[in-house]
Protein backbone atom coordinates (compact mmCIF):
# COMPACT_ATOMS: atom_id res chain seq x y z
CA UNK A 1 0.00 0.00 0.00
CA UNK A 2 1.39 3.46 -1.11
CA UNK A 3 0.77 6.75 1.03
CA UNK A 4 -0.26 9.44 -1.55
CA UNK A 5 -0.58 12.83 -0.41
CA UNK A 6 -3.18 14.93 -1.94
CA UNK A 7 -3.05 17.96 -0.05
CA UNK A 8 -0.19 19.65 -2.69
CA UNK A 9 -2.91 18.64 -5.58
CA UNK A 10 -5.64 20.76 -7.19
CA UNK A 11 -8.54 18.31 -7.36
CA UNK A 12 -11.24 18.27 -9.93
CA UNK A 13 -14.93 16.92 -9.84
CA UNK A 14 -16.91 17.08 -12.65
CA UNK A 15 -19.62 14.16 -11.94
CA UNK A 16 -21.35 15.26 -8.69
CA UNK A 17 -24.99 15.57 -8.04
CA UNK A 18 -26.48 18.71 -5.66
CA UNK A 19 -29.31 16.86 -4.31
CA UNK A 20 -26.73 13.63 -3.55
CA UNK A 21 -24.69 15.78 -2.11
CA UNK A 22 -26.24 17.97 0.71
CA UNK A 23 -24.18 17.44 3.95
CA UNK A 24 -25.45 16.65 7.19
CA UNK A 25 -25.48 20.30 8.10
CA UNK A 26 -26.56 21.69 4.72
CA UNK A 27 -29.84 19.11 5.44
CA UNK A 28 -30.91 20.30 8.66
CA UNK A 29 -30.60 23.87 7.70
CA UNK A 30 -32.59 23.53 4.85
CA UNK A 31 -35.32 22.12 7.30
CA UNK A 32 -34.49 24.53 9.66
CA UNK A 33 -35.15 27.55 6.89
CA UNK A 34 -38.65 25.63 5.81
CA UNK A 35 -39.64 25.21 9.35
CA UNK A 36 -39.60 22.07 9.34
CA UNK A 37 -38.83 20.41 12.88
CA UNK A 38 -36.10 18.04 13.23
CA UNK A 39 -37.20 15.20 15.43
CA UNK A 40 -34.24 13.00 13.98
CA UNK A 41 -31.08 12.07 15.55
CA UNK A 42 -28.05 12.50 13.23
CA UNK A 43 -27.94 9.08 12.76
CA UNK A 44 -31.65 8.27 11.59
CA UNK A 45 -31.42 11.56 9.20
CA UNK A 46 -28.20 9.60 7.88
CA UNK A 47 -30.30 6.97 7.48
CA UNK A 48 -32.40 8.32 5.32
CA UNK A 49 -29.90 10.35 3.15
CA UNK A 50 -27.41 7.22 3.04
CA UNK A 51 -27.26 3.51 1.41
CA UNK A 52 -27.07 1.04 3.70
CA UNK A 53 -24.52 -2.31 2.91
CA UNK A 54 -27.65 -4.19 1.95
CA UNK A 55 -28.28 -1.37 -1.11
CA UNK A 56 -29.65 -3.90 -4.20
CA UNK A 57 -28.86 -2.10 -7.51
CA UNK A 58 -29.46 1.48 -9.17
CA UNK A 59 -33.16 1.57 -8.24
CA UNK A 60 -32.86 1.14 -4.61
CA UNK A 61 -29.82 4.29 -4.94
CA UNK A 62 -32.42 6.63 -6.47
CA UNK A 63 -35.25 6.05 -3.53
CA UNK A 64 -32.22 8.29 -1.45
CA UNK A 65 -32.73 11.00 -3.29
CA UNK A 66 -36.31 11.71 -2.36
CA UNK A 67 -35.76 13.31 0.84
CA UNK A 68 -33.17 16.04 -0.13
CA UNK A 69 -35.36 16.61 -3.01
CA UNK A 70 -38.55 17.55 -1.23
CA UNK A 71 -35.85 20.51 0.91
CA UNK A 72 -34.61 21.99 -2.47
CA UNK A 73 -38.26 22.83 -4.07
CA UNK A 74 -38.01 26.62 -3.46
CA UNK A 75 -35.19 28.89 -4.85
CA UNK A 76 -34.31 30.00 -1.31
CA UNK A 77 -33.37 26.50 -0.73
CA UNK A 78 -31.81 25.67 -4.08
CA UNK A 79 -29.31 28.98 -3.76
CA UNK A 80 -28.39 28.07 -0.49
CA UNK A 81 -27.93 24.05 -1.52
CA UNK A 82 -25.24 25.20 -4.42
CA UNK A 83 -23.61 27.95 -2.64
CA UNK A 84 -23.18 25.26 0.54
CA UNK A 85 -21.65 22.31 -1.82
CA UNK A 86 -19.75 24.57 -3.46
CA UNK A 87 -18.11 26.16 -0.40
CA UNK A 88 -17.92 22.56 1.00
CA UNK A 89 -15.99 21.37 -2.30
CA UNK A 90 -13.24 24.09 -1.59
CA UNK A 91 -12.49 23.00 1.67
CA UNK A 92 -11.87 19.79 0.59
CA UNK A 93 -9.43 20.89 -1.67
CA UNK A 94 -11.03 20.80 -5.04
CA UNK A 95 -9.78 23.96 -7.43
CA UNK A 96 -12.71 23.23 -10.06
CA UNK A 97 -16.15 21.37 -10.10
CA UNK A 98 -19.11 20.42 -12.49
CA UNK A 99 -22.41 20.10 -10.48
CA UNK A 100 -25.14 18.48 -11.97
CA UNK A 101 -29.28 18.53 -10.89
CA UNK A 102 -32.06 17.98 -12.69
CA UNK A 103 -34.73 21.24 -13.09
CA UNK A 104 -37.65 19.35 -13.93
CA UNK A 105 -37.47 17.63 -9.85
CA UNK A 106 -37.34 20.88 -8.50
CA UNK A 107 -40.88 22.49 -9.69
CA UNK A 108 -43.47 20.41 -6.93
CA UNK A 109 -44.17 23.75 -5.25
CA UNK A 110 -44.31 25.58 -8.35
CA UNK A 111 -41.00 26.68 -9.17
CA UNK A 112 -40.39 26.37 -13.22
CA UNK A 113 -37.68 24.74 -14.42
CA UNK A 114 -36.39 28.67 -16.06
CA UNK A 115 -36.83 29.61 -11.79
CA UNK A 116 -34.78 26.74 -10.49
CA UNK A 117 -31.75 26.94 -12.90
CA UNK A 118 -31.94 31.04 -11.78
CA UNK A 119 -31.68 30.09 -8.56
CA UNK A 120 -29.00 27.69 -8.73
CA UNK A 121 -26.80 30.11 -10.98
CA UNK A 122 -27.47 32.58 -7.84
CA UNK A 123 -25.87 30.15 -5.40
CA UNK A 124 -22.91 29.68 -7.90
CA UNK A 125 -22.44 33.52 -8.31
CA UNK A 126 -22.24 33.70 -4.34
CA UNK A 127 -19.86 31.26 -4.02
CA UNK A 128 -15.96 31.64 -3.82
CA UNK A 129 -14.79 28.07 -6.13
CA UNK A 130 -14.68 27.82 -10.09
CA UNK A 131 -17.51 25.63 -10.51
CA UNK A 132 -20.21 25.35 -13.35
CA UNK A 133 -23.82 23.56 -13.91
CA UNK A 134 -24.97 20.70 -15.26
CA UNK A 135 -28.46 20.48 -16.37
CA UNK A 136 -29.72 16.82 -16.15
CA UNK A 137 -32.83 15.77 -18.31
CA UNK A 138 -34.18 12.93 -16.75
CA UNK A 139 -34.90 8.96 -18.04
CA UNK A 140 -38.57 8.33 -17.75
CA UNK A 141 -41.56 7.31 -20.17
CA UNK A 142 -43.80 10.43 -19.66
CA UNK A 143 -41.47 13.29 -19.22
CA UNK A 144 -40.12 14.32 -22.78
CA UNK A 145 -41.49 17.21 -22.58
CA UNK A 146 -40.03 18.25 -19.13
CA UNK A 147 -36.84 17.36 -21.10
CA UNK A 148 -37.52 19.44 -24.20
CA UNK A 149 -37.78 22.34 -21.38
CA UNK A 150 -33.96 21.29 -19.65
CA UNK A 151 -32.60 21.62 -22.91
CA UNK A 152 -34.45 25.18 -23.69
CA UNK A 153 -33.57 26.42 -20.57
CA UNK A 154 -29.91 24.78 -20.63
CA UNK A 155 -29.58 26.99 -24.14
CA UNK A 156 -31.05 30.03 -22.13
CA UNK A 157 -27.81 30.22 -19.39
CA UNK A 158 -25.37 28.35 -21.44
CA UNK A 159 -22.05 30.90 -20.08
CA UNK A 160 -24.13 32.04 -17.59
CA UNK A 161 -23.36 29.06 -15.15
CA UNK A 162 -24.53 26.69 -16.93
CA UNK A 163 -22.30 24.53 -19.06
CA UNK A 164 -23.70 21.03 -20.21
CA UNK A 165 -26.43 18.86 -20.17
CA UNK A 166 -26.94 15.48 -18.54
CA UNK A 167 -29.31 12.31 -19.07
CA UNK A 168 -29.49 11.01 -15.25
CA UNK A 169 -32.04 8.22 -14.11
CA UNK A 170 -32.66 4.42 -14.17
CA UNK A 171 -30.57 3.15 -16.92
CA UNK A 172 -31.87 -0.35 -16.40
CA UNK A 173 -35.35 0.78 -17.06
CA UNK A 174 -35.24 3.41 -19.33
CA UNK A 175 -32.73 2.93 -21.87
CA UNK A 176 -30.48 5.02 -23.68
CA UNK A 177 -31.85 4.77 -26.92
CA UNK A 178 -34.90 6.11 -26.15
CA UNK A 179 -33.11 9.63 -25.75
CA UNK A 180 -32.06 10.76 -29.16
CA UNK A 181 -34.55 13.67 -29.55
CA UNK A 182 -32.64 15.15 -26.46
CA UNK A 183 -29.48 15.17 -27.96
CA UNK A 184 -30.29 15.97 -31.65
CA UNK A 185 -31.81 19.45 -29.75
CA UNK A 186 -28.69 20.03 -27.82
CA UNK A 187 -26.20 19.38 -31.02
CA UNK A 188 -28.68 21.94 -32.73
CA UNK A 189 -28.58 24.09 -30.00
CA UNK A 190 -24.40 23.30 -29.63
CA UNK A 191 -24.87 22.67 -25.73
CA UNK A 192 -22.11 20.26 -24.64
CA UNK A 193 -23.28 17.31 -22.90
CA UNK A 194 -22.20 13.97 -21.13
CA UNK A 195 -24.76 10.78 -20.26
CA UNK A 196 -24.69 8.45 -18.20
CA UNK A 197 -24.56 5.48 -19.76
CA UNK A 198 -22.65 1.91 -18.64
CA UNK A 199 -23.57 2.06 -14.97
CA UNK A 200 -26.82 -0.11 -14.49
CA UNK A 201 -27.06 -0.77 -18.35
CA UNK A 202 -24.10 -2.92 -20.98
CA UNK A 203 -21.87 -1.56 -23.43
CA UNK A 204 -24.88 -0.95 -26.02
CA UNK A 205 -26.14 1.89 -23.74
CA UNK A 206 -22.61 3.53 -24.56
CA UNK A 207 -22.40 2.59 -27.89
CA UNK A 208 -26.10 4.92 -28.15
CA UNK A 209 -24.39 7.84 -26.36
CA UNK A 210 -21.56 8.02 -28.84
CA UNK A 211 -23.75 7.91 -31.89
CA UNK A 212 -25.23 10.94 -29.98
CA UNK A 213 -22.60 12.29 -29.90
CA UNK A 214 -21.52 12.51 -26.34
CA UNK A 215 -17.57 13.25 -25.35
CA UNK A 216 -18.35 12.55 -21.87
CA UNK A 217 -19.93 9.45 -20.70
CA UNK A 218 -20.94 9.08 -16.89
CA UNK A 219 -19.31 6.31 -15.40
CA UNK A 220 -18.88 3.94 -18.70
CA UNK A 221 -17.40 1.07 -16.55
CA UNK A 222 -19.20 -1.93 -18.22
CA UNK A 223 -17.72 -0.83 -21.75
CA UNK A 224 -15.21 -3.63 -20.75
CA UNK A 225 -17.38 -6.17 -21.85
CA UNK A 226 -17.24 -4.95 -25.25
CA UNK A 227 -13.59 -4.96 -26.46
CA UNK A 228 -15.20 -2.54 -29.88
CA UNK A 229 -17.31 0.06 -27.24
CA UNK A 230 -13.27 0.04 -25.70
CA UNK A 231 -12.02 0.88 -29.34
CA UNK A 232 -14.34 3.58 -29.80
CA UNK A 233 -14.04 5.10 -26.64
CA UNK A 234 -10.33 4.88 -26.44
CA UNK A 235 -9.93 6.21 -30.59
CA UNK A 236 -12.25 8.78 -30.09
CA UNK A 237 -10.43 10.43 -27.22
CA UNK A 238 -13.79 10.00 -24.94
CA UNK A 239 -13.56 10.74 -21.07
CA UNK A 240 -15.57 9.09 -18.63
CA UNK A 241 -16.42 10.15 -15.44
CA UNK A 242 -15.69 6.99 -12.70
CA UNK A 243 -17.46 7.15 -9.65
CA UNK A 244 -16.18 3.90 -8.21
CA UNK A 245 -18.17 4.10 -4.36
CA UNK A 246 -21.17 4.62 -5.88
CA UNK A 247 -20.88 1.35 -8.37
CA UNK A 248 -19.72 -0.52 -5.48
CA UNK A 249 -23.09 1.13 -3.96
CA UNK A 250 -25.48 -0.37 -6.77
CA UNK A 251 -23.33 -3.35 -6.99
CA UNK A 252 -22.26 -3.02 -10.19
CA UNK A 253 -18.92 -4.59 -8.52
CA UNK A 254 -18.83 -6.41 -5.32
CA UNK A 255 -15.47 -5.43 -4.41
CA UNK A 256 -12.78 -2.65 -5.52
CA UNK A 257 -10.45 -4.91 -6.42
CA UNK A 258 -12.96 -6.00 -9.26
CA UNK A 259 -13.20 -2.20 -10.69
CA UNK A 260 -12.34 -2.61 -14.06
CA UNK A 261 -10.12 0.86 -14.08
CA UNK A 262 -6.50 -0.55 -15.15
CA UNK A 263 -8.63 -2.34 -17.86
CA UNK A 264 -10.07 0.71 -19.27
CA UNK A 265 -6.33 2.62 -18.66
CA UNK A 266 -4.56 -0.25 -20.68
CA UNK A 267 -7.28 -0.08 -23.77
CA UNK A 268 -5.98 3.61 -23.65
CA UNK A 269 -9.64 5.22 -22.32
CA UNK A 270 -9.03 8.41 -20.67
CA UNK A 271 -10.57 8.50 -17.12
CA UNK A 272 -11.53 10.72 -14.38
CA UNK A 273 -12.07 10.29 -10.69
CA UNK A 274 -15.65 11.74 -9.18
CA UNK A 275 -17.72 11.32 -6.23
CA UNK A 276 -21.57 11.00 -8.01
CA UNK A 277 -22.87 11.31 -4.89
CA UNK A 278 -21.04 12.56 -1.51
CA UNK A 279 -24.16 12.25 0.89
CA UNK A 280 -26.22 9.12 -0.60
CA UNK A 281 -22.43 7.09 -0.79
CA UNK A 282 -21.13 8.74 2.61
CA UNK A 283 -17.88 9.81 0.41
CA UNK A 284 -15.95 12.64 -0.88
CA UNK A 285 -12.98 13.30 -2.95
CA UNK A 286 -9.91 12.24 -1.44
CA UNK A 287 -11.63 9.35 0.15
CA UNK A 288 -12.32 8.19 -4.05
CA UNK A 289 -8.36 8.54 -4.77
CA UNK A 290 -7.10 6.98 -2.33
CA UNK A 291 -9.01 3.89 -2.00
CA UNK A 292 -7.95 3.78 -5.53
CA UNK A 293 -4.45 4.70 -5.16
CA UNK A 294 -4.59 1.40 -2.24
CA UNK A 295 -6.21 -0.80 -4.09
CA UNK A 296 -3.82 -0.31 -7.54
CA UNK A 297 -1.20 1.35 -6.23
CA UNK A 298 -1.85 4.74 -8.08
CA UNK A 299 1.22 7.39 -6.81
CA UNK A 300 0.87 11.04 -7.09
CA UNK A 301 1.77 11.12 -10.27
CA UNK A 302 -1.71 8.57 -11.48
CA UNK A 303 -3.88 11.25 -9.58
CA UNK A 304 -2.16 13.93 -11.91
CA UNK A 305 -3.05 12.38 -14.57
CA UNK A 306 -6.62 12.17 -13.40
CA UNK A 307 -7.02 15.52 -12.92
CA UNK A 308 -5.67 16.25 -15.79
CA UNK A 309 -7.85 14.78 -18.11
CA UNK A 310 -10.84 16.04 -15.85
CA UNK A 311 -9.66 19.52 -16.64
CA UNK A 312 -9.33 18.40 -20.53
CA UNK A 313 -12.82 17.55 -20.32
CA UNK A 314 -14.55 19.86 -18.71
CA UNK A 315 -16.75 21.71 -20.38
CA UNK A 316 -15.04 25.63 -20.37
CA UNK A 317 -13.04 27.35 -22.49
CA UNK A 318 -9.61 26.53 -23.72
CA UNK A 319 -7.81 29.11 -21.91
CA UNK A 320 -9.78 28.35 -18.41
CA UNK A 321 -8.73 25.21 -18.88
CA UNK A 322 -4.89 26.87 -19.02
CA UNK A 323 -5.51 28.16 -15.85
CA UNK A 324 -6.90 25.37 -14.02
CA UNK A 325 -3.74 23.34 -15.70
CA UNK A 326 -1.01 25.65 -13.52
CA UNK A 327 -3.19 24.81 -10.72
CA UNK A 328 -2.56 21.20 -10.77
ZN1 LIG B 1 -24.30 10.33 -11.64
Known amino acids: ?11 VDIHLHLDGSLSLETVKELMCMQGIKNENTDEELLKRLQVSHECKDLNEYLEKFEYPLTLLQTGEALSFAVYKLIEELKSEGIIYAEIRFAPQLHTKKGMSQKMAVEAAVRGLNRSSLDAGLILCCMRGNDNHAENMETVETAEKYLGKGVV ?41 SVEYALKFGAKRIGHGVRSVENADTLKKLSYGGITLELCPTSNLNTNIYENINEYPIKKLMDAGVKVTINTDNMMVSGTDIKKELTMLADTFGFDEDDIIDFERNAIMAAFTSASHKEKLLRLL
Open 1 to 11: MKNVNLDNIGL
Open 164 to 204: AIDLAGAEGLFPTKDFRDIFELAREKHIPFTIHAGEADNPT
